[in-house]
T-cell receptor, first 114, second 111 residues
Framework: DGGITQSPKYLFRKEGQNVTLSCEQNLNHDAMYWYRQDPGQGLRLIYYSQIVNDFQKGDIAEGYSVSREKKESFPLTVTSAQKNPTAFYLC?????????????FGPGTRLLVL | GDSVTQMEGPVTLSEEAFLTINCTYTATGYPSLFWYVQYPGEGLQLLLKATKADDKGSNKGFEATYRKETTSFHLEKGSVQVSDSAVYFCALMSSASKIIFGSGTRLSIRP
C-alpha cells in the first residue's frame, strides 16, 4: 500500500543527545514536510523540501536539521540545541504544482526527554 | 501574515446532534481552505477542501462553504456519531505555498 511511514512511534532522548526521526514515503511525491505538534496547539512547520537535495527552514527550524538525499526519505534530527524537544512530530508529503495543497501525513513520532 | 482562527474546544455533543466548528482566516487574496481531521494517536487526514469563493467542500457527511465576505469556512455536520470524535484542524494554503493550520478543536461525542 502507498503511504508514509514514520519510526519509531516513541523515542526517548537523554540530555545533550541528538536523535533522528525517520520518514519514508512511497507515493512518489516531490515535496516533504516536518511539523511539530504541542498539546492544544496547531502544527508548526519545522523544515520542508520541495525536491531532492534541497530543503528550506520553516517557522521553528532552530535546534533541528534535515537531509533529503533520496526522494522517498526525509529524516529529521533533533539536536542537543533544541531545549524543549518533547512533542509529537508529524511528517507529510505532497505533489508539486496543482494538488500540492493535499498533504498526506504519517502516523507521527512522540519524542520524550528522559 | 496569513493566519487561521478556529473555535476553542473541547466540544462535547450527544450522538445525532448538529455540529458546527467555526473557522475564520486572514490571508492575502483567496487562498484554498481545508479541514483536516486527526484521530487519536494518528497523523492528520484531509477531510475536505474548497479552492474558491462559494465552493462547498463535503465528505463523510461533513460540509464547509468558502465565504469570502466573512472570511470563514465553518465545518458542519447534521448528525454526529461517536466515531467522529477527533481533533479537527482548519487550514489554508498561504501565498508562499505553505499550509497554515489553526490550533485544532477537540470533538467528543457521547453515545
Amino acid at each position: 500500500d502507498g503511504g508514509i511511514t514514520q519510526s519509531p512511534k516513541y523515542l526517548f532522548r537523554k540530555e545533550g543527545q541528538n536523535v533522528t526521526l525517520s520518514c519514508e514515503q512511497n507515493l512518489n511525491h516531490d515535496a516533504m514536510y516536518w511539523y511539530r505538534q504541542d498539546p492544544g496547539q496547531g502544527l508548526r512547520l519545522i523544515y520542508y523540501s520541495q525536491i531532492v537535495n534541497d530543503f528550506q527552514k520553516g517557522d521553528i527550524a532552530e535546534g533541528y536539521s534535515v537531509s533529503r538525499e533520496k526522494k522517498e526519505s526525509f529524516p529529521l534530527t533533533v539536536t542537543s540545541a533544541q531545549k524543549n524537544p518533547t512533542a509529537f512530530y508529524l511528517c507529510a508529503s505532497s505533489i508539486q504544482g496543482a494538488g500540492q495543497e493535499t498533504q498526506y501525513f504519517g502516523p507521527g513520532t512522540r519524542l520524550l526527554v528522559l | 501574515g496569513d493566519s487561521v482562527t478556529q473555535m476553542e474546544g473541547p466540544v462535547t455533543l450527544s450522538e445525532e446532534a448538529f455540529l458546527t466548528i467555526n473557522c475564520t482566516y486572514t490571508a492575502t487574496g483567496y487562498p484554498s481552505l481545508f479541514w483536516y481531521v486527526q484521530y487519536p494517536g494518528e497523523g492528520l487526514q484531509l477531510l475536505l477542501k474548497a479552492t474558491k469563493a462559494d465552493d462547498k467542500g463535503s465528505n463523510k457527511g461533513f460540509e464547509a462553504t468558502y465565504r469570502k465576505e466573512t472570511t470563514s469556512f465553518h465545518l458542519e455536520k447534521g448528525s454526529v456519531q461517536v466515531s467522529d470524535s477527533a481533533v479537527y484542524f482548519c487550514a489554508l494554503m498561504s501565498s508562499a505555498s505553505k499550509i497554515i493550520f489553526g490550533s485544532g478543536t477537540r470533538l467528543s461525542i457521547r453515545p
